[in-house]
């Protein structure tokens, strides 16, 4: 990557702010481009490409650098030394005569062998992932260090996947139907979709496969009273509505106005009307108590660590901590205990994260299980098949980037039983 000294001050001011970790890496990059409307567009994006390549590379980055503790400033030095090839005369006069020694005695360093470097993963989290080989490690790291590419799914309420394929290759886009979900399209190269005339019209959403899976697996049927207990903005929301074929009941619970409200726009244009956005005060609201042992599914789809999703949020390696995760435990145990009350003997309560976390996935369902013996684990390879989706994980679905090039999620099928 070339940088012009304009991009390069730029760069290392918005990754000063990144570094300090206190909001979303996205977040400080959007708000600095609007700040900063005279940037252009190639500039926009050597800054955006420069700044989170090294949040997925700062493991290496840092090794590169020890004993120096580096700032901003020696981060993008040594990315552009070691990751783009930039010669030392190339610096010019950006960098001084100390800092040229320093970047040379750099450049001679060989690739960092701790597990650290090689899987771009915290100490930390590598500790949490003590079930998985070194091979594995290394292998999920690299994968979560590579963009995650466009999945799209389609509204079976208005279109086919098949007329959505051909409709986008015909406009010349690459697109291919996604492996496992019937309803994914994935795009190559990340065009920008959201003002093409199938996602006004609401024939297609931006969905992760993966995400896609997790609504399909909660099984969603017409006529069905179903809930979506933490339904954010509703990406799983509008899938499990258009399984519903906009029949039945689907509330959409959240504590966030502010996400439900992005719901609606969404709603809109998906359609549905069987859907009814909900705002709780908490996962024991009087609301919630009111749906008690009504609901045939319920999808609990828990705020998480997000680790599954590094791909497109590298810096949450770093703003997640074992104290934040030990936090999000608390709540995910306290919303999936209040989410089962809701559900109807028979009925499928799914719990479900974009963690890579044994302690916020399996260790969530088991200790719920010891303290609901009314709940047994339905193995989710019988669901899969069930939904003729053609994917064999065993009893609980782990998507794993370096396997199923998808986010990495989580989900395990409860069943109340009668
Ligand atoms: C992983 S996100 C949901 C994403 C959403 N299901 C989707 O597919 O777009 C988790 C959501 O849980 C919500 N949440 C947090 N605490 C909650 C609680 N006590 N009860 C219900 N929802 C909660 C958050 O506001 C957030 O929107």
Request: proline share 5%; net charge positive.
């Amino acid at each position: 990557m070339k940088i012009n000294p304009l991009q390069f001050q730029q760069t290392v001011r918005v990754l000063e702010k990144m570094l300090r970790f206190e909001s979303p890496a996205d977040a400080v990059l959007s708000g600095w481009f609007r700040e900063h409307r005279e940037l252009g567009a190639s500039d926009r994006h050597v800054i955006a490409e420069a700044s989170f390549t090294i949040l997925r590379r700062l493991e290496t980055l840092r090794a590169w650098c020890a004993p120096k503790k580096p700032n901003a400033r020696h981060l993008l030095l040594v990315a552009m030394a070691k990751l783009w090839g930039t010669n030392i005369k190339e610096f010019g006069e950006a960098v001084n005569e100390d800092e040229k020694t320093w970047l040379a005695a750099v450049k001679g360093k060989a690739q960092p062998d701790s597990l650290e470097a090689r899987a771009e993963l915290p100490a930390w989290i590598i500790e949490r992932l003590a079930d998985q080989s070194e091979e594995a490690v290394i292998a999920l790291g690299r994968a979560l260090m590579q963009p995650a590419p466009l999945d799209l799914r389609v509204n079976t309420l208005k279109a086919r996947r098949a007329q959505v394929l051909d409709l986008l290759r015909d406009e010349g886009f690459e697109a291919e139907a996604t492996p496992y979900s019937p309803l994914g399209v994935r795009l190559a190269g990340k065009p920008s979709i959201n003002r093409h005339e199938l996602f006004l019209r609401g024939e297609i959403e931006v969905q992760d496969e993966g995400s896609q899976l997790l609504g399909l697996i909660t099984g969603a049927r017409r006529g069905e009273m179903v809930v979506d207990f933490c339904a954010g903005a509703g990406g799983k929301t509008l899938l499990l509505g258009a399984q519903m074929n906009s029949t039945g009941r689907l509330y959409a619970f959240d504590v966030s106005e502010k996400r439900l409200a992005n719901l609606k726009p969404r709603l809109a244009r998906s359609g549905l009307s069987n859907v009814h956005p909900t705002l709780i005060a908490h996962e024991n609201d009087v609301k919630v108590k009111r749906l008690a042992g009504k609901a045939q599914r319920v999808l609990v789809d828990a705020p998480c660590s997000g680790l599954g999703t590094l791909r497109r949020n590298p810096d949450l390696k770093y703003r997640q901590s074992p104290e934040s995760i030990a936090e999000l435990n608390v709540k995910q145990a306290s919303i999936l205990a209040s989410a089962a009350r809701l559900v109807a003997p028979g009925g499928r309560l799914v719990y479900a994260t974009c963690s890579l976390l044994p302690q916020e996935n399996m260790g969530i369902v088991e200790a719920f299980l010891a303290a609901h013996p009314d709940f047994e684990l339905t193995p989710v390879d019988s669901v899969l098949a069930e939904q003729k989706i053609p994917l064999a994980v065993g009893d609980v679905l782990q998507l794993n980037p370096a396997v199923h090039q998808t986010d990495g999620f989580f989900a395990a099928v409860l069943t109340r039983k009668q």
